[in-house]
């Protein structure tokens, strides 16, 4: 079930137009980003670790399909076999990523229900010890999970062509040069990520045009 952002994300979004008149020009023509805040859990994260290095359809596919089956919780997870998992589209990989998760939770290793109570670094401390978990996915769940509003998916593809495109480069930026161009929208670089997906949904998959 999706949630709406929180008092702290929209007031982060104005503050991001204020920051950057590319955002602005953004913002003047497609709006803000819908609400696609969801709550917070292993369905959320494991649903982020799904979609690691595929395409949203194909994510969302094999995602469907699991929820479809209500096995997509750490229960139910925990307890299936890796080719159990894999006869919804999973990879070996990945499967064991879901399984080990979820296994780390129900075993009471892992609250990941305390993540919410914890600084942004100590949640990256926390989550990026468990296999399958990378700093993409943990930047994830905090935009959309938890809320944070200066997290940075330096490494998104799709970031960084929006970056490409706003800021006019010859090339996508890599992570370090994403981490630098991100400092000017610190504090806000959670609500920036979200205008630059939302953006890039727009003039990629929409094919609409928009005036930078």
Do not use: C
Not at 59 to 81: G, P, W
Not at 177 to 184: A, P, S
Request: aromatic fraction near 10%.
């Amino acid at each position: 079930m999706n949630l709406k952002w929180n008092k702290e994300m929209q007031m982060a979004f104005q503050k991001i137009l204020e920051i950057d008149q590319s955002f602005k020009n953004i913002f003047n023509q497609i709006g803000f980003p819908v609400n696609r805040a969801t709550k917070q859990g292993f369905q959320s994260l494991a649903r982020i670790i799904i979609g690691q290095q595929i395409s949203t359809n194909a994510a969302q596919t094999i995602y469907s399909k699991i929820i479809k089956d209500n096995l997509l919780n750490e229960k139910e997870v925990a307890k299936a076999n890796i080719e159990t998992l894999k006869l919804y589209g999973l990879s070996s990989q990945k499967a064991f990523y879901l399984k080990n998760l979820a296994t780390l939770i129900n075993n009471n290793e892992l609250d990941i229900k305390t993540l919410s109570k914890v600084s942004s670094e100590e949640v990256t401390n926390i989550l990026i010890k468990i296999k399958g978990i990378g700093k993409w996915t943990i930047n994830n769940y905090k935009i959309f999970a938890l809320q944070d509003v200066n997290a940075w998916p330096t490494a998104d593809l799709a970031l960084q062509e929006s970056v490409k495109i706003i800021k006019k480069l010859k090339k996508r930026p890599n992570e370090i040069e994403m981490e630098k161009i991100g400092e000017v929208w610190l504090p806000y670089r959670g609500a920036a990520s979200l205008l630059l997906w939302h953006f890039y949904n727009k003039v990629k998959i929409e094919k609409k045009y928009i005036k930078i």
